[in-house]
């Protein structure tokens, strides 16, 4: 039961790359979550998915899309991706929205 | 505006000592409390979960109170062990929505 699994774990872009960052849960949970973590700030919702096949934007969805693939897994893209998206991602998921959130290791990725 | 306020932003205490950490929020309605302690490198991982009518929970070493009149929670450690060095995280939810503070980070030093 390895729960919440993000790939890769680091990755360094140029300025303009895109790239898909991967999230899968094994715990049968309806909702999953695309976060950002930056220094002094707390954890931002970027989209979230309340169950299979719906998505929707959190506070800070700019630059990104995601695909809910199917229960199991939810994708993070950068088409273009920026300086500013420079962060730590995490993906999280959920039973049900509102319940207690499980979160992956985090992908830190740096944008040159 | 619903916001999570922490403090300290950061604590160094020696090992087997206390220390409480603060959370203030705003958020309204309110459903629920959550501390989360997050270890560097690793995702946040839950502690403890109060609802609006408990105001003492605890884990082992970590007890979590609750004031829901003044909006303030915190998190108490008991005889602090070097592995508790991490962010803590206090999060409140009005229901479906997650408002996260920005953390306290413990250094425990032996």
């Known amino acids: 039961n390895a729960g919440v699994t993000q790939t890769p774990k680091f990755q360094v872009l140029k300025t303009g790359q895109s790239m898909t960052l991967q999230c899968a849960q094994d715990?049968?949970?309806?909702?999953m979550y695309w976060y950002r973590q930056d220094p002094g700030m707390g954890l931002r919702l970027i989209y979230y998915?309340?169950?299979?096949?719906?998505?929707d934007k959190g506070e800070v969805p700019n630059g990104y899309n995601v695909s809910r693939l199917n229960k199991r897994e939810f994708s993070l893209r950068l088409e273009s991706a920026a300086p500013s998206q420079t962060s730590v991602y995490f993906c999280?998921?959920?039973?049900?929205?509102?319940?207690?959130?499980?979160f992956g290791p985090g992908t830190r990725l740096t944008v040159l | 505006k619903n916001q999570v306020e922490q403090s300290p932003q950061s604590l160094i205490i020696l090992e087997g000592k206390n220390c409480t950490l603060q959370c203030n929020y705003t958020v309204s309605p309110f459903s629920n409390l959550r501390w989360y302690k997050q270890d560097t490198g690793r995702g946040p991982v839950s502690l403890t979960i109060m609802t609006f009518s408990e105001n003492t929970k605890s884990n082992g070493r970590y007890t979590a109170t609750l004031d829901a009149d003044t909006k303030q929670s915190s998190l108490h450690i008991t005889a602090s062990q070097l592995s508790d060095s991490a962010s803590y995280i206090c999060?409140?939810?009005?229901?479906?929505?997650?408002?996260f503070g920005s953390g306290t980070k413990l250094n425990v030093k032996p």
């Open positions: 999280a998921s959920s039973l049900y929205e509102g319940n207690e959130q499980f």
């Open positions: 999060v409140v939810t009005p229901f479906n929505k997650f408002y």
């Open positions: 715990m049968n949970h309806n909702s």
């Open positions: 998915s309340a169950s299979e096949g719906t998505t």
